[in-house]
Structures are given as structure tokens and as C-alpha cells.
């Protein structure tokens, strides 16, 4: 599509003043995180310049940060939703799939639970489950960190709402060539879901990077803690020191965008240029 | 639309009806094959739980001496006749009316705006997805600092010279201020499911309509929109029920206050059973909260299904 | 409820070294003859509401002396500990022998329900190691000892030197016996605010709580807020006088509306408070932001009583307990033996209980801020023996409490107190008499 060079100008810069609009808190957050100690309400009331631009500021509250239980935290979180964004999918691919392409009896009502199960309010049950892991012997462990999350309805939807979008002819041409409906979820159907699988995997994801409730739940020994919950104690350590709050919260905040950064390739791919529909 | 597809492939096999069948019943079983992972997690990880709550709520358990006894449907009926439970109520009801329509036209509009080619877009997208991440006791910390009297909004507001505002300790703005949060917090994420959907739209389609001549506005409503239908749908839906089980900024902002205005249903849960003690009552209204997403569900669904038709 | 304690917690600062220093010599003192059964290898859970470090140095220092006694957490946070424990107890105990009970009501609950085993044998030890007989008795039920408190908590009236001495206004008088009233404070306050020394005259450590609000209540004459019969009164002269008094301070600008908990102790640390009344953690806060502050005992209104808020966590022994001995050998360590509670207090940085582990505490406290802190210890100790207020044991406590800091926010928030007050009685009472 074409447009005037003013067009262009015009949406750059309502797409830089929304992204900036948007981001200043999160900015505030790192300029406070410069300010050793508590000393960020010197530039809050009254509010001064200095509490977005990090002029005279230092990194001291990284290396604090960083020395402390903080970093085992990170490596535990990664670990934990890098698991459950594989076997999240795993599980999730397949049956949206199944939902998706195949006519079964009783497909509506699978569906429809899916879609009710996914509406229980996760904190209101956390408890009960957590007793349930208790007579499981899942407790303190990664499995127990990472199985109440795989079940996930809702990324089984934006995973099946995607399916429905893919040309039928597309999967019955798979089929004359005599690829299993495993094969061709593999070989076809799967390349062209980048922004699907996106979507799915960056809902797992967020589900235990922010995870709190739960970890603290099952009890969770200290090589085992969340980088939430390191956080967490850092501000139970008394709020003496919110400028490390601030490190650990920006870090915690900036990693995600990365990754988003990094994906934004695959991400923006989809069907319609990669020549296949249409 | 799919399901027609998929009937119109079975249908077009010419096969003899003992081999369809055999084949149906094999389909099914791969089909359930296929499900079953995702079936067992959900049950055991959220309906047996549930289960268990929901026996609570026909449970009252006396504060005095920890008895709990079957109760029928007293909890029910305590909840349906208390007036500070129909409060709960409106309040919620009002909030999510607002909220939801909100989110989902700003992510929308935010979505359109970076999809198009513009010079570094990929980056500012990455910056209003951002809040998506930020830990929740941070958004907390974030927006009480910057709603506070003497805060960061007030001090805009003052700029541009209006009189400060009271946000979060006046009963008419809280909820208002707590929208606000939560809209920043969910714009980003939501906006990436958008641009998900536009980036399925066919080019050759705008091509066709360019070559007719239609302008932006004319392809937005006659391209654009009906083909996003689908992932709106699923924000609409998806950020419905993220919004009804909202609890995290009330109970660090507000708590429910003031004088209840922003005494949101997973809120009052959360009090009545961690704080007040009353177990049976705070299930019960676990098991009315589902009915009422149901419901709620259910008609966003017909509602979308009937204009695509 | 722990809204102390939580915020309390392990502020691990400066304070240490005396505590270190008696924790040290202690521990190498005490032999290992302590009992706990004979070799048999005994596993106890302690149930808490910290993150594990927290305890993890007197559990160090008891299995140290105990070499068959393993003592493993189990950390459930703050805010799903009550019903965590009453879902565990309630279906048979779950293997917890010890568990920590919050202040006020829980104790009696917790009796209610057969949870507590009477440790009743430990009183006179107890009575004897404490700081104050009154700290011990807090937790009887029926005249029996339900639990024994290894923290404390005392409120003062902290102020920064040089925004006093920029309003012109004279510092309040250390002497614990001769506080200032709260009408001294509030004048204080208001020369302050006409001189623009800061932004924020009057600050409290935690808005909005019982905690922090039950000893203006009390000193105007109100009482608890609740009676043995669970009936509900902020209705009275003396809430109301109270409460009057907290709206005002708003209305007037003289304290800040919208300024969350987390907040306040960072904001006089950095010199933006004349005064704020807070807990002893309240030292190493200021401590950590170099301001040059001093110490006073917390006010009371005029004509009234002094009263000061106090207690934080205690530790009761599971009645379910198979290891009732090696239980109340831990609990003894954790209290009555005063290398174990300087242990205890050393990581959260609180004030212990024990006679000799608290006073080693205030040598460290007043050791290290020199003249500011000079005064801190005599008011700890005589407010502890004097006027602590403990949170009351009744009924319905558990309701009561969060009602009663719903009332405080919407009262700082503008609501009229008389008319907030009488809804808050009837609503409180009401959701009380119906958990009966």
C-alpha cells in the first residue's frame, strides 16, 4: 500500500507519542532505579526533572541486585517458563488443533469446557490445589512450579482461532499427498503460526514470569525461588531500599520487551506474505 | 465458517457408509488422542480444585469454634439478599461495561497504528507492550506514586492548567483511577493478538481495493474491521474475564475503599475468605463470579457469532 | 494483625552487633544438654508467615545444641496464613508442630477450635525471662498459656531535628513519663505547615490500621473498638474524639492523603517528614537516610491515658503435635533462652522479648545513631511495662480488624466519622454475629 510522505510522518508520530506515553512510567521506574536507596523521593515531591532523567544517578542498586538472591531468582524463572512454554504448547497445539480441523462428536462441548475451565479464577482454588500437590508430593519441586500452568484454556483458543483461519484446501492438498494429520500439523500447518504460536507462547510465558501466589504457596526452597518473589523479599526486607525494588522491577520488565524485539520477525510474518494464501 | 468446510470434506468422500463410519470412529479416537493432554491438565489442575471449593460453599464454618456443618443453600441465599453483595455487584458490572469496550478499541487502534510500515515501528511496539510485564506489586507502586495528590498526574494536570484531582481517595474517581492502571497494564498485550489477526489479512485484498479506488477509511470498515472480527473477539472475551477476576491493584491501592467504590467481586472474594474467615460465603460467590462469566461468555459469543452471519 | 510484623520484618540493619555479640557468646555457653528426648531422630515443621531466612539462624543455633532435632519451615505468606492454617489444622494437622499466631484474636480462635496445646508449664520461666509479665499473659486464654511471644513492638514519636528547628518549634521532651498529648503534636504539625519546613508535617508508619490507631483509641478513652461479646463501638466519646482527631489531620493538609504504607518510613528518612510515629524499626529507617532526627515517646491525648501499641508474632505449639517435648524445647530456645531470642530478633531486626537478649538489643540500637537514640531504650522499656496496649483477644477479632481499617481509610479518605463510625458497628457486628 501506498501512502504520502505526510501520512507517513503524521503515524510515525502518533506511534512514537503512544509508545512514549505508555513507556514513561516504565522510565520513571529505571531513572528511580539510579538513585541509591530511598533517595528517589528527593526528585518526587515536589516533582522535580531529575525524576526522568537519570543525570547523576549510578548503578549501584544492579550490583546490589545482582550479588544477592536476585540472580538465582532470574535463572529459575527462565528455567521455569521456558518449561512451560515447550510443554505448554506441546500440549496445546494438538488439541486446538483437534478443535480446529476435525469432526467430531462432541466437539462443542469439549470446546465449551475448555472455554469454562479457563474462567476459574486461578487464586480462588490456588489453595485447595496446593493441598492436592501436598498429597502428590509436588511441593517444593520444579514440577510442581511448572504443571498448574500448562493448563492453560486460553491458549488453547488463540491457538484454535488461528487453525480455523487456515485454508481447508491447504490441509486437503496435504492430505492427497498422503501426509498424516500429525505430519501435516508439523510440516504445514505449524511454519505458518508464528504469530499464533507468538501469542500462546508469550501467554504462558507471562503467566509464571509474573507467577507469585503459587510459588510461595507450595513452598518453594530458597535454590528453587522466583526472581517475583526474590523481589518480593527484597521489599519485605523492609522498604528500606525501593531503589533496588526499582533495579529488580526494571529488569524484570525489560526482558519481555527484548524478547518481543528479538521475535518481531517471525511475529510479523504470517500467511498473507509468505505466499500461501490468498 | 470452518465447521462448513469441514462437513462439506467429509461429505464430499464417496465412500460406503461402514467404511465412513469406521473412519468417523477413528477420528474420534485421534481427535481424543490429540485432546487428552490438554483435558487432563485442565481437569486436575482446575476442575478438581474447583470442585472441592465448591463443596465449601454449602459449608458454613463458625468463626467460634471451627466447626463447619452442611448448610444447604444458605450462603446463596445470605449473598443474593446482603446489600453490600448487590453493591459488589454493580460495582463490577459498571467497571467492566466501561473497561472492556475501552481496551479493546484502544488495542485496536493501537494495533492498526503498528502494523504499518513506519520507521522503526517494531520498537515502539516493543514499548507499548512493555506494562504487559511489569510485576504486578510494581504497577502498584507505579500508580500510587504517580496518582498521589501531589503526584506525577496532578503535576500534568496542573501544567496544562487544571485543578488536581483526588484519584484513588475519592469515591467518585478510584475506580476510575484503577481502569486507568489496568488499561496501561493490558493495552500492549492485547494489541499483539490484534496485530496477530491483521497480519492474516490478505495483501491482495487491499491491492483489489486500492485498484477500485477505495480510501483508508473505506478499506478500515469494509476490510479491515470484518476480517479482525475474529481476534476481537477473543480480546473482547479474553479481557472480559481477566477483568471480572481483577484483584491485585484493589487490594494494594484501595482495598475495596473508598466507602467501597472499589470493592470489585474477586476483592470482596478474597476478603470474605482470607480475611473475614467466612469461607462458605467467599465460595459461594466463587461459584456465582463463574455463572455470571458464563453467562456473560455466552452472549459475547452469540452476539459475535449473529453479526458474522 | 501482622501488618506490623510483615512490614516489620527483616529490615536486617545496623542494629546487630549487639545482639551478634550475645548470640555469639551464648550459643557457646549453653551446653547441649537441653533434652529433647533421648537420640531418637526427631523432624519438627514451624509454620510461619517470613520468608525462611528470617528464622533460618535460631533454627541454626538450636539444632547446633540438638544434633537429633531437625526444625523444618514451612513458609506460607502473610496474607493466606490464617486460612492455610485453619484448612491444615482443620483436616487433621498435616504434621505441623509449631506455628506462629498473630496478635489478638487468633489465640482464642485457635483455642476455640483445639489447634493450641497448653504450654501452661512454661509460665513461670516465661513470666521470669520476659520484659514485662503483661507481654507473657497476652496469650492466656481461660488461665491457660497458649503461645509465647519471641518479638515485640512499641510505637514512638520520631521527628527530624532540622525541620523543627526551621519552624521555631521546641523538640518533644524524651521523658517516657512525660509525653507530649496529641494536641501538643497536631500544634507542632500546624507551625510546621505555616513555616513550610516540609512537605509532609505528620506522618504515621502505617495508615489506616488497627495496629496503629488502637492506642489513640484507647488513650481518648474508647477502649478497644470491641468488647468481650464481640459488640462493636467506635461510636463512643472516646473513638469518636479519636477518630475526629485523624480526619482533621487530613482535612487540614497537616498528614497526607494517597501516600501508600510503603512509602512513609522512605519519605522521613529523606527529610520530607517533620514527625512520624512508628515502630522501633523506625531507627534503622531513619539511620539509613543520614537525617538528624531524635526519639519521643508516643503521645497521648489530654486528660486521657498514655497508651502505646505493642506485640507482633507469637509462636504456639500444634495440639496435634506428636513431638510435644522436643516442640516446647524449641519454643523455650526460641523465647526463654536469651541466645535463642536474640537469634530469633537478629535477622528480622526486631525487638525481642527476653530480658537480657533485649537488653543487649538497645546497646545496638542506641549505639548506632549516638544522641538521637540516646533516649530509645528507657522509652522501649517503660512503655513495654506501663502502657502497652495488646490487641484484644475476642471473638470475631478477625472480622473486627480488617472492618476496623476499612473505617480508618475511609475517614482519612473524608467520610464522617460519627457517621462512618456507626455504620462500621453495625456492619462489623453484624458479619460477627453471623460467624458465631
Known amino acids: 500500500m501506498r501512502r504520502s510522505r505526510g501520512g507517513t510522518v503524521v503515524l510515525t508520530a502518533a506511534a512514537i507519542l503512544a509508545a512514549l506515553a505508555v513507556f514513561l512510567p516504565v522510565w520513571w521506574v529505571f531513572v528511580s532505579s539510579t538513585r541509591p536507596g530511598n533517595s528517589y523521593v528527593e526528585n518526587m515531591t515536589p516533582l522535580s526533572w531529575l525524576a526522568f532523567v537519570p543525570v547523576g544517578g549510578d548503578l549501584t542498586n544492579y550490583s546490589g541486585l545482582l550479588s544477592g538472591p536476585f540472580l538465582t531468582g532470574l535463572f529459575n524463572s527462565f528455567l521455569v517458563a521456558g518449561l512451560t512454554i515447550a510443554l505448554g504448547l506441546a500440549i496445546a497445539v494438538p488439541a486446538a488443533y483437534a478443535l480446529a480441523t476435525i469432526d467430531f462428536p462432541g466437539r462443542g462441548v469439549v470446546f465449551t469446557f475448555i472455554v469454562v475451565v479457563a474462567m476459574i479464577p486461578f487464586d480462588a482454588i490456588a489453595i485447595p490445589l496446593s493441598s492436592l500437590f501436598q498429597d502428590w508430593h509436588l511441593s517444593d519441586s520444579y514440577a510442581g512450579l511448572v504443571l498448574p500452568a500448562l493448563a492453560n484454556g486460553f491458549a488453547i483458543f488463540v491457538l484454535r482461532q488461528f487453525f480455523l483461519g487456515i485454508p481447508a484446501e491447504l490441509l486437503e492438498a496435504a492430505e492427497v499427498d498422503g501426509l498424516g494429520r500429525i505430519a501435516t500439523l508439523w510440516r504445514i500447518v505449524l511454519p505458518l503460526s508464528k504469530p499464533a504460536l507468538i501469542g500462546a507462547g508469550m501467554m504462558l510465558f507471562l503467566s509464571q514470569w509474573q507467577a507469585y501466589l503459587w ?14 518473589i526474590a523481589l518480593a523479599n527484597l521489599s519485605t526486607l523492609f522498604t528500606v531500599d525501593l531503589g533496588q525494588i526499582f533495579a529488580g522491577s526494571f529488569v524484570l520488565t525489560i526482558i519481555p520487551m527484548v524478547l518481543l524485539l528479538f521475535f518481531q520477525k517471525q511475529y510479523t510474518e504470517s500467511l498473507s506474505t509468505t505466499g500461501l494464501k490468498g | 465458517m470452518r465447521a462448513a468446510t469441514a462437513t462439506r470434506r467429509t461429505a464430499a468422500r464417496p465412500a460406503g457408509s461402514g467404511r465412513r463410519r469406521r473412519r468417523s470412529v477413528r477420528t474420534t479416537l485421534v481427535a481424543l488422542a490429540m485432546l487428552s493432554p490438554a483435558l487432563i491438565a485442565l481437569v486436575l489442575m482446575r476442575v478438581v480444585p474447583m470442585i472441592s471449593a465448591v463443596s465449601e460453599s454449602f459449608r458454613h464454618v463458625s468463626l467460634a469454634t471451627g466447626a463447619s456443618e452442611f448448610d444447604g443453600l444458605s450462603n446463596y441465599t445470605y449473598l443474593l439478599t446482603d446489600s453490600g453483595f448487590h453493591s459488589v455487584l454493580v460495582v463490577t458490572l459498571v467497571f467492566n461495561l466501561v473497561l472492556n469496550p475501552a481496551i479493546v478499541l484502544l488495542s485496536t487502534a493501537l494495533a492498526l497504528l503498528t502494523a504499518q510500515r513506519l520507521p522503526l515501528v517494531g520498537l ?165 463470579l463463574m455463572l455470571l462469566l458464563a453467562v456473560i461468555v455466552a452472549v459475547q459469543f452469540r452476539l459475535l457469532r449473529e453479526e458474522k452471519a | 494483625m501482622g501488618t506490623s510484623t510483615t512490614r516489620i520484618l527483616p529490615f536486617a540493619a545496623a542494629i546487630g552487633a549487639g545482639l551478634l555479640l550475645l548470640a555469639g557468646c551464648g550459643g557457646s555457653s549453653t551446653d547441649g544438654s537441653g533434652g529433647g528426648g533421648g537420640d531418637e531422630e526427631i523432624t519438627l515443621t514451624f509454620a510461619n508467615a517470613d520468608p525462611a531466612e528470617t528464622w533460618a539462624t535460631v533454627i541454626e543455633g538450636f539444632e547446633a545444641q540438638h544434633p537429633n532435632i531437625t526444625v523444618k519451615q514451612l513458609n506460607i505468606p502473610y496474607a493466606q496464613y ?274 537480657e537478649a533485649f537488653a543487649a538489643y538497645v546497646e545496638g540500637v542506641e549505639a548506632s545513631a549516638g544522641a538521637a537514640t540516646a533516649g530509645f531504650g528507657a522509652i522501649l522499656q517503660y512503655q513495654l511495662e506501663n502502657n502497652a496496649v495488646h490487641r484484644p483477644a475476642v471473638v470475631g477479632y478477625s472480622v473486627f480488624e480488617p472492618g476496623a481499617g476499612q473505617l480508618f481509610s475511609d475517614i482519612r479518605n473524608g467520610s464522617d466519622p460519627a457517621e462512618r463510625a456507626a455504620q462500621a458497628d453495625e456492619e462489623i457486628g453484624a458479619q460477627i454475629e453471623r460467624l458465631r
Open chain 1, 215 to 228: 510459588p510461595l504457596l507450595i513452598g518453594t526452597s530458597p535454590e528453587r525461588q522466583l526472581a517475583p
Open chain 2, 124 to 288: 515502539w511496539r516493543s514499548m507499548i507492550f512493555v506494562p504487559a510485564a511489569v510485576p504486578g506489586a510494581v504497577v502498584a507502586l507505579i500508580w500510587s506514586t504517580a496518582l498521589q495528590p501531589d503526584g506525577l498526574v496532578n503535576a500534568l494536570l496542573e501544567v496544562v492548567g487544571l485543578p488536581p484531582q483526588p484519584f484513588l481517595t475519592s469515591a467518585s474517581q478510584a475506580a476510575f483511577s484503577i481502569g486507568i492502571m489496568v488499561t496501561w497494564g493490558a493495552l500492549g498485550y492485547w494489541m499483539i493478538f490484534v496485530i496477530a489477526g491483521l497480519k492474516d489479512i490478505p495483501d491482495s485484498l487491499y491491492e483489489a481495493a486500492a485498484l477500485d479506488g477505495a480510501g483508508w477509511w473505506r478499506r478500515l470498515f469494509s476490510i479491515t474491521l470484518p476480517l479482525l472480527k475474529r481476534p476481537m473477539a477473543f480480546v473482547l472475551i479474553a479481557c472480559t474475564v481477566g477483568s471480572f477476576l481483577l484483584f491485585a491493584p484493589v487490594q494494594i491501592l484501595t482495598k475495596g475503599g473508598p466507602n467501597g467504590s472499589t470493592n470489585l467481586i474477586m476483592f470482596d472474594i478474597y476478603n470474605r475468605t482470607y480475611l473475614l474467615g467466612d469461607v462458605g460465603v467467599g465460595q459461594a460467590e466463587v461459584v456465582i
Open chain 3, 82 to 355: 490464617t486460612s492455610t492454617i485453619n484448612q491444615r489444622m482443620g483436616s487433621g494437622g498435616d504434621g505441623i508442630d509449631l506455628m506462629v499466631v498473630d496478635a489478638g484474636g487468633a489465640v482464642l480462635d485457635w483455642n476455640n477450635r483445639g489447634y493450641l496445646a497448653d504450654i501452661t508449664d512454661l509460665r513461670e520461666d516465661a513470666v521470669a525471662a520476659a520484659v514485662s509479665e503483661s507481654m507473657v499473659t497476652a496469650r492466656e486464654v481461660d488461665g491457660k498459656l497458649l503461645a509465647l511471644a519471641p518479638w515485640t513492638t512499641s510505637q514512638f514519636l520520631y521527628y527530624n531535628v532540622d525541620v523543627l528547628a526551621a519552624a521555631g518549634v521546641e523538640p518533644p521532651p524524651g521523658d517516657p513519663a512525660t509525653p507530649w498529648t496529641y494536641e501538643q503534636l497536631t500544634e507542632a504539625a500546624r507551625t510546621v505547615q505555616s513555616a513550610g519546613a516540609a512537605e509532609y508535617p505528620l506522618l504515621f508508619d502505617q495508615w489506616d490500621t488497627y495496629y496503629q490507631l488502637q492506642m489513640m483509641g484507647v488513650s481518648a478513652g474508647g477502649g478497644d473498638g470491641i468488647d468481650a461479646d464481640g459488640v462493636v463501638d467506635f461510636s463512643g466519646d472516646g473513638w469518636q474524639r479519636a477518630l475526629t482527631w485523624y480526619h482533621g489531620l487530613f482535612e487540614d493538609g497537616l498528614s497526607p492523603r494517597g501516600i501508600t504504607n510503603d512509602k512513609n518510613g522512605a519519605l522521613f528518612q529523606e527529610g520530607k517528614g517533620a514527625f512520624i510515629i512508628s515502630g522501633p524499626w523506625g531507627v534503622s529507617v531513619a539511620n539509613a537516610g543520614g537525617i538528624n532526627y531524635g526519639v519521643a515517646p508516643a503521645p497521648y491525648f489530654e486528660g486521657g491515658e498514655p497508651a502505646t501499641s505493642t506485640d507482633s508474632w507469637a509462636v504456639g505449639i500444634s495440639a496435634k503435635s506428636e513431638n510435644l517435648d522436643a516442640a516446647k524445647e524449641f519454643l523455650r530456645y526460641l523465647t526463654i533462652d536469651p541466645a535463642g531470642n536474640a537469634q530469633a530478633a537478629e535477622v528480622a531486626g526486631i525487638t525481642p522479648t527476653n530480658k
